[in-house]
């Protein structure tokens, strides 16, 4: 999966998806119901630093795969969004498997 472009941004969905989620579901109630500040802190940092990779990836990915705005901002909007590149993944492998 790390060895093309399109698979780069698969897996960094993945885990930035899962990251966004363990944000929200997890460390977001640790903070205000149970008063630890430091879950959304750690949890918040980690999940920043998987978007910022994320964008990264979309980016060598447009420019290997001379991808239009469009292409690109779809797993962008997605990591934007609960559970969106878990949504769009599909499409990514579909295009994935199309070029090889």
């Known amino acids: 999966m790390w060895n093309t472009p399109i698979g780069r941004v698969r897996l960094l969905g993945m885990i930035e998806g899962v990251s966004f989620l363990v944000l ?3 460390a977001m ?3 205000y119901f149970a008063g ?3 879950a959304v802190k750690i949890v918040g940092w980690i999940h920043g630093v998987l978007f910022v990779a994320l964008c990264l990836a979309i980016v060598f990915a447009m420019q290997a795969l001379r991808w239009t705005t469009r292409q ?3 797993p962008f909007v ?3 969004l609960p559970f969106g590149p878990f949504v769009i993944d ?3 492998r579909d295009e ?3 070029r090889d």
Do not use: F, S, T
């Open 24 to 26: 929200l579901a997890i």
């Open 29 to 31: 109630p640790l903070k």
């Open 36 to 38: 630890k500040p430091e």
């Open 72 to 74: 690109a901002l779809v």
């Open 78 to 80: 997605a990591a934007l």
């Open 90 to 92: 599909r499409r990514l």
């Open 96 to 98: 994935e498997n199309e």
